[in-house]
């Protein structure tokens, strides 16, 4: 006879690993971007600052998000490098934006980004590492989690056929 109790347990115990390990991992990925929300009156203008090194990836990315965006609103955005070279130079134009770019030496780099509009803006701006594409922790969470999910449905299954035959 199978133990309906046990396989919840077990079953609840994998949901619960499998969803810790997902938010750990979705931490860790957060963790390497900065960012900074402000409101931007006309000609005004913020940094967002990060370091970043080309070992860990040479991948960069920042984004820009304007909370109350409309037609014809436009920013300048520009990312500098630790030697206080432009890398990137752009109009923003659309809301939200992102863009990649390439992390080239060790140290800080900055997103400035300036209100060029007429009227004030909420902008978030954010700089760090592009995310990696799924890895092995990633694929493990999720199988945890399904494998979790399966026993509760079985789990439970088993748990209702014995109390309809305790009940006969």
Known sequence: MVNSKAILIISGILVIAGILISFF????????????????????????????????????????QISDFKDGDIL?????????????????????????????????????????????????GIIGYYPEGATLLDVFSVIILIAGLSGLAIGMMYFIKNRSKRAN
């Open 76 to 124: 300048s955005a520009n990312v500098v490098d630790p030697n206080g070279n432009f890398i990137v130079t752009k109009s923003i134009t659309k809301s939200p934006f992102q863009e990649n770019f390439t992390i080239s030496s060790t140290g800080t780099y900055e997103l400035k980004i300036q209100n060029t509009a007429q009227g004030d803006m909420q902008v978030l």
């Open 25 to 64: 991992q979705s931490e860790t990925e957060t963790s390497n971007l900065a960012s900074s929300q402000q409101d931007l009156s006309p000609g005004s203008s913020m940094n967002v600052t990060n370091s970043l090194d080309p070992i860990k990836s040479k991948d960069g990315v920042y984004s820009i």
